[in-house]
């Protein structure tokens, strides 16, 4: 008999001297395999509140913060020499090491934990202790794409006084939490020129390049906010769509009126929309171009 069973055996004496009753394991997940051979298994949970991933992360915008609760228990691998072990376990106050980690994330995401290694001690009863994981999305995660963020948890072999039997059992888990990016518009809006010289009763032409630098399909609606007076005959697309980095050149057209001489203004707004859900929209990019008739 090794020095090492001899002390298990007088651990479950001395707790049954002090009255302990018979250690109940708490209820595992059908996933939990036992290993084999004599020592405990560890069973690993993450949980967390689901509606903290619900809501899309603004790229580019604040950090969002969600607790996790990581709870630890052991399962017998042996009823018999498994139970004279976690008795063991339990009078010399012994503790297992939960160590934590960020898998691999998106090249455009970040996340941290807020603690990475939790102690627990190894007990028949599950115990549990509260994290949090920050993430974020910088404004070139696409829009509704998504972002898997893995938590890996793992715990080290734990042995015996002499490091010869191994009272506990490693075991790793994942758990993965999914964010999804919002919509984040970003359109450049670029005049071939802040002037267009016109002629009355002629057609004038301005070519104008729009950009969509935003993280998803954009539609962008353009307006006409400042009329020149007079019967002017101005014309230029009402709705363009752009995929995402796509640029697209668009054309003023105006006739000024035959009495027309001088200098007027048109002004034009162009506000960018999800593609998918017009609700969602940027501020309008606005311009001014000044329509000049030299006699």
Not at 41 to 48: A, M
Not at 70 to 90: A, D, E, F
Not at 121 to 129: G, L
Not at 250 to 274: E, K, Q, R, W
């Amino acid at each position: 008999m090794t020095v090492e069973l001899i002390l298990l055996l007088i651990a479950a004496i001395t707790v049954q001297g002090l009255g302990t009753s018979v250690v109940h394991t708490s209820e595992i997940s059908s996933s939990t395999i036992p290993r084999g051979g004599f020592g405990l298994d560890s069973v690993i949970y993450i949980s967390w509140d689901a509606s903290g991933n619900e809501e899309p992360l603004e790229p580019g915008g604040a950090p969002r913060s969600v607790n996790l609760t990581v709870s630890y228990s052991t399962v017998l691998v042996s009823p018999c020499i498994g139970r004279i072990i976690l008795l063991y376990c339990i009078v010399t106050h012994q503790y297992v090491t939960v160590s934590l980690e960020i898998g691999n994330i998106p090249s455009w995401s970040t996340a941290s934990l807020s603690d990475t290694e939790l102690r627990f001690p190894i007990s028949s009863t599950e115990s549990s202790q509260i994290i949090s994981v920050t993430v974020t999305v910088d404004e070139q995660a696409p829009a509704y794409g998504l972002c898997s963020i893995p938590i890996l948890a793992s715990v080290g072999t734990v042995r015996g006084p002499f490091g010869v039997l191994s009272f506990v059992n490693e075991c790793s888990q994942t758990a993965t939490m999914n964010f999804l990016p919002g919509y984040h518009p970003h359109i450049i809006v670029e005049p071939a020129s802040d002037y267009l010289n016109v002629t009355p009763g002629n057609t004038s032409y301005l070519p104008i390049t729009i950009t969509n630098l935003g993280n998803g399909r954009t539609v962008v609606f353009v307006n006409i906010v400042g009329f020149p007076s007079g019967d002017w005959l101005i014309s230029i697309p009402h709705q363009i769509v752009f995929e995402v980095n796509m640029s697209q050149e668009i054309t003023l057209a105006v006739v000024p009126p035959s009495d027309f001489n001088g200098t007027d203004t048109i002004g034009i707004s162009f506000t960018p929309h999800n593609a998918d859900d017009y609700s969602q929209h940027g501020e309008p990019v606005n311009i001014t171009i000044d329509l000049i008739c030299e006699p």
